[in-house]
C-alpha cells in the first residue's frame, strides 16, 4: 500500500529537522523518517558550546531534542524506520520505507548526513566525547592550554593541528607514514609552528585514561612506530581522530550527482540537485565544514527551496 506526500525528509539531524520547521510553516505537512539515528551526529557530542541560542553551552542531545521538539509542534510528521531504496527517474518520487511501505513525494529533501570514520582502537569508544573527538572546531576549545594529538595525514588533520595549535600548549600530530597527503602550502604552514610536534611513521595502538565513576579523562595516546616497532605512550588530554568522514548516500546513487568522495553535488548557494524537485542538505552534501549550524541553516534553505519548486510546478 503507498501513501502520497507533498513532501519527504530523509534524515533527522540539524539539517533535517530545519527542513522540518520550514517546509511544515509552508503547509507541506512533511514526512520525515528519522532513520537509525535519530538526532544525527551531535546526539553523541556530550558539550555543545558554539550552537546560537545556548548562551551556557548544552549537550548534544538537548539541543537535538529541542529542534526535535520545534519541528513536531509546526506540525511535522515523524516515523522511525529506513528509507531503503528510492527512484527518481520520475516525478512524483517513489521511495521505500524498510523495504516494504511505498511513499510517493511531490518534492524530496536528502538530510542523510555522513559518519566520522573511527579508526577501531580498544578504548577509542569508551572515551568518545570524553577526550576523544572526530571535529577539532566543534571540541578544540575545552583543551585551550593542554595537550593534544591528532591522528591523520590529509588536509583535514593538517588544518585541525593549526587550529588546535592556537589554543594548546602542545600539538602532536601522528602519520604513518613520513609525509603528509595535504597540500603543500598547509604542510608549510604546520612545519614552521612551533609548538606542533610531528610524529612520523608511527600508528595508534590505543587510548590511555582513567575513570572514577562516571568522569572519563584521557591521559595518554599509546603508539607504535611502523619502521622499528617500538611503542611508546604520548601524554595528552585530548586525542582527535582526522581521518575523514562517509557521507550516507550509498541508496542515491545512479540517481543523484555526487563527487569522488560521495558527497551529493548541489547548485552553489543552493540545495538544488541535478534531480528537479530533489534537494541535498546537512553534511551529506557538505565535505568542509562538519557544523551543526550550518546543516541547519542549509536545512532552511532545502526547505524554502521546496517550498517554492511546489508553487512554481
Known amino acids: 500500500m503507498s501513501e502520497h506526500v507533498k513532501c519527504l525528509i530523509i534524515g ?4 533535517g529537522y530545519t527542513a522540518g520547521i520550514y517546509t511544515s510553516r509552508a503547509d507541506l505537512k512533511p514526512l520525515l523518517i528519522e532513520g537509525m539515528q535519530p538526532g544525527g551526529q551531535l546526539t553523541i557530542t556530550n558539550e555543545v558550546e558554539n550552537f546560537p541560542g545556548y ?5 548534544g542531545p538537548v539541543i537535538m531534542d529541542d529542534i526535535r521538539n520545534q519541528a513536531l509542534r509546526v506540525g511535522t510528521e515523524m516515523r522511525s524506520g529506513m528509507i531503503t531504496k528510492v527512484d527518481f527517474s520520475s516525478r512524483p518520487f517513489h521511495c521505500w520505507l524498510d523495504d516494504e511501505q511505498e511513499i510517493i513525494a511531490d518534492t524530496v529533501i536528502v538530510a542523510t548526513g555522513a559518519n566520522a570514520r573511527w579508526i577501531g582502537m580498544p578504548s577509542e569508544q569508551k ?19 593542554k595537550t593534544t594529538v591528532v591522528i591523520g595525514g590529509g588536509d583535514t ?9 592556537q589554543l594548546c600548549t602542545k600539538v602532536y600530530i601522528v602519520h604513518r607514514r613520513d609525509q603528509f597527503r595535504g597540500t603543500a602550502a598547509l604542510q608549510r604552514q604546520l612545519l614552521n609552528t612551533e609548538n606542533i610536534e610531528v610524529v612520523w ?8 585514561g582513567e575513570q572514577k565513576g562516571f568522569i572519563k579523562k584521557v591521559t595518554g595516546l599509546q603508539v607504535r612506530n611502523v619502521q622499528t616497532n617500538e611503542e611508546r605512550t604520548l601524554e595528552v588530554d585530548g586525542v582527535f581522530e582526522a581521518i575523514g568522514v562517509t557521507p550516507v548516500s550509498d541508496i ?18 543552493t540545495g538544488r540537485t541535478n534531480v528537479e524537485g530533489v534537494f541535498a542538505a546537512g553534511d ?23 517550498s517554492r519548486f511546489l508553487m512554481e510546478h
Request: net charge negative; aromatic share 10%; charged share 15%.
Open 55 to 59: 548562551p551556557e553551552g548544552s549537550s
Open 252 to 269: 542515491f546513487k545512479g540517481q543523484l550527482d555526487m563527487n569522488e568522495q560521495g558527497y551529493i553535488i548541489t547548485q552553489p548557494g
Open 284 to 306: 551529506v552534501q557538505d565535505p568542509n565544514y562538519r557544523q551543526a549550524i550550518v546543516a541547519a541553516a542549509s536545512g532552511a534553505v532545502a526547505g524554502i527551496e521546496a
Open 157 to 165: 588533520a593538517l588544518e585541525d593541528a593549526l587550529y588546535l595549535s
Open 201 to 208: 611513521n608511527t600508528v595508534p595502538v590505543d587510548i590511555i
Open 127 to 145: 572515551f568518545r566525547g570524553f577526550g576523544v573527538s572526530t571535529c577539532a572546531t566543534c571540541d578544540g576549545n575545552f583543551f585551550r592550554n
Open 12 to 15: 533527522a539531524g540539524p539539517a
